[in-house]
């Protein structure tokens, strides 16, 4: 078994692992600037531009679990150095492509990283002392959110002053640093700690087909048609393909995902407030961005340029870094299921600010830093929840389909944000728009979701008698890094 790291070193460690996450998850915002120009600097239709985009969502939705539990089979710090090579090929074909396909392959390479955060979570677990877990967990879960924050203002920027191309070859250069990084500062395991059987070849492509499936038509639903028979079929493969694979899952020796570990109540509804988090944090993260754009002539938009509205969301990433050692710390005094339910009321109350102070770039500042302290919150919770339950040998695989709940739930927000901001428009200037009144319905969602998320975190129970024995860092709640019991 690993020790933990030196006192000395932990430091840079948890900074290594947390600038790692940050990086990969800028990947997700890298193209926002450019949604626009994507059909004329790709020589091809705006739908099919939307391909950038989707490429990286699905091709990250397949990897994350497959990392996670290679990373248990074959060594956190091998996957995480192996998670920055499909990072880096991804990028530097981004940054030369001309045309789509090149540029959606180069997008699916990138999203095969982000099994990044996941697993560095879990490799904390192993090298860090038991007193600096519980902050070191929430820096590093958080800068899934930091990174998404901070990369629209930054990407915007390079957008407006230099070649679209530099995004590309700047994450290029960051993606070389992290290597090099991970190699010389987070620690080699002293002996192999292999978690012991075989891949699940089968249960990876099942879940990898239901999957895509799934998130398929709920990308692609509003230009498909949500009745439409392609989206339909979709849906109706990806409820029977996973079907089979949970049934095959729950035969195998080896599985992909152990489905009886994640459905024992403490796992279970930490997943089922992760989906809904993520939810609730993306539907600001969609609606803000659009009512700082929106010309002032609609009585509602806020005529900001993109790189304005980068720059006023900006303070609401870095709320994400400030607020984390605050979570950690709330975790070792409270435990984390009050961090989860404390974060995701936070969300709720800033949706409810933003339905006063929607109408000032101020205001919609204020609200931006409410929400993405909740997110912090609450992102920064969930793998203390999530390791507190599960088998040492299964904390990657575990925190990797955890960060996939996250993202079904981002999708599914995005699609039904997309649903209610294009049914409930205003016409001006020849151009259609979202209205005030659909804006606001997105509001009320979003903070409806956040307060449901907030009841699941509170039916989490407490972890099992055995685990008391042993507090390493989240103090009132047991031993939430600890060893748990198998049974």
Known sequence: MNGPAPARRTGPIVATLAFTGTVAAIMQTLV???I?????????????ASWVITATLLSAAVFVPISGRLGDLLGKRTMLIASCVPLLLGSVLCAVADSLVPMVAGRALQGMGMGLVPIGISLLRDVLPPERLGSAIALVSASMGIGGGLGLPIAAGVADYASWRVLFWGTAVLTVVIIGMLWTVVPAPATPRPAGGRFDYVGA???????????LPVSKGGDWGWGSPRTLGLFTASAAILMLWARWELRVTDPLVDLRVTARPRVLLTNLASVLVGFGMYAQALIVPQLLQL????????????????????????????????????????????????????????????????????GVLVVT??????VGLAY?????????AVPLSSTASANSFNTLMRSLGTSVSAAVMGVVLSQMTVTLGGHTLPSEGGFRVGLVIGCVVALIAAAVAALIPAPPAPQLRAVPAQGAEGAEAAKPATA
């Open 36 to 48: 626009s120009q994507l059909p004329q600097l790709l020589h091809t239709s705006p739908s099919n």
């Open 295 to 362: 010309p002032e002539a609609t009585g509602y938009g806020l005529g900001q340029s993109m790189l304005a509205m980068g720059l006023w969301m900006a303070p609401g990433g870095l709320m994400m870094m400030v607020v984390s050692p605050l979570g950690g710390k709330l975790s070792a005094a409270r435990g984390p299921k009050f961090t989860l339910a404390a974060g995701a009321l936070t969300i709720a109350v800033g949706y409810g600010l933003a339905l006063v102070l929607m109408g000032s770039t101020w």
């Open 205 to 215: 492509i099942g879940l990898s087909l239901g999957l895509v499936c799934l998130l």
């Open 32 to 34: 926002t600037p450019l």
């Open 369 to 374: 830093i409410v929400c993405n302290s909740g």
């Open 380 to 388: 920064g919770a969930m793998p203390a929840l999530i390791m507190s």
